[in-house]
């Protein structure tokens, strides 16, 4: 892709499960590099955006196109291939192997290589997540906070100029979230583009350049992190009678 260009365009996204529409008319533009932010209520469909975008789920309506590619009908393996990850809100490794077995499958099956090629991407996904001294312990012994190392460790493995984080910051501490803000902001330097689902907004707000708020499967605004927070409208979907709890976190 060339510099300045869009690396992720989402163009009238629909999907419903039976009578329920869980993304509707979804639009958005993510440029090479940039760092875009998504918040909504639970049940907003974030996660099934994320979904459709990484080609777990189909949509019914809309297109995708990722790094200068029409993905819309590419199955979730060549969209890894192509460049795109994700991290998942619940880290999922596989508990009975070890943090470097867990990135050392996913940069062979992310990349498409063999064990032996993929190894030196393994560890140096564990080396840049802070885990390389605990490389050989299972994944199940982990921590949280290095859990969530080791999901983002297994997606960075796979190569991605694109990455989705779903909620990475939740059920941390105010210090381990602190960290984990430091790393995404390296990743973001190295020129990877990110779309980040997060609740723990004064986390996000760091990051990003622009939030996008869903409520009910729709976009119902797209600013600034400053405008966004400030937008009575997200303040009452958002927070409902809460609302100033949403300028305490921004504060």
């Known amino acids: 892709m060339e510099q300045g260009a869009v690396a992720l ?21 993510v440029a090479e590099g940039a760092a875009l932010g998504i918040i909504g209520p639970n049940g907003a469909g974030k996660t099934t955006l994320f979904n459709l975008i990484c080609g ?17 009908a590419m199955d979730a393996r060549r969209r890894c291939h192509l460049g795109l990850a994700r991290t ?16 050392l499958i996913a940069a062979a099956y992310g990349r ?3 064990e032996h090629s993929a190894r030196p991407f393994a ?3 564990l080396d840049v997540t802070g885990l390389g001294t605990k490389a050989n312990r299972l994944a199940g012994s982990l ?19 694109l990455l989705l984080l779903d909620e990475i910051a939740g059920g941390l501490t105010e210090v381990e979230c602190h960290a984990l803000v ?18 723990v907004l004064h986390a996000l707000l760091a990051v990003v350049d622009e939030v996008l708020v869903l409520d009910f499967g729709k976009v119902i605004a797209t600013g600034s992190p400053d ?25």
């Open 9 to 29: 365009d989402v163009a009238g996204l629909s999907k419903s499960f039976g009578a329920l529409a869980v993304t509707q008319d979804v639009s958005l533009r």
């Open 56 to 72: 777990t789920i189909r949509p019914d309506a809309g297109r995708i196109t990722a790094l200068g590619v029409d993905i819309s």
């Open 88 to 103: 998942f809100q619940v880290p999922q490794p596989f508990a009975g192997l070890t943090a470097y077995e867990n990135v």
């Open 112 to 114: 498409g290589l063999s």
């Open 123 to 125: 560890g140096e996904a």
């Open 143 to 161: 921590t949280l906070l290095d859990r969530k190392r080791l999901e983002l460790a297994r997606a960075l493995a796979t190569g991605p100029r």
């Open 182 to 199: 430091a790393l995404i902001k390296e990743l973001r330097a190295t020129g990877t583009t990110i779309v980040w689902i997060e609740h």
């Open 227 to 251: 405008g966004i927070m400030s937008d009575p409208q997200v303040a009452a979907v958002y927070l409902g009678p809460d609302a100033d709890e949403l300028e305490a976190q921004h504060g």
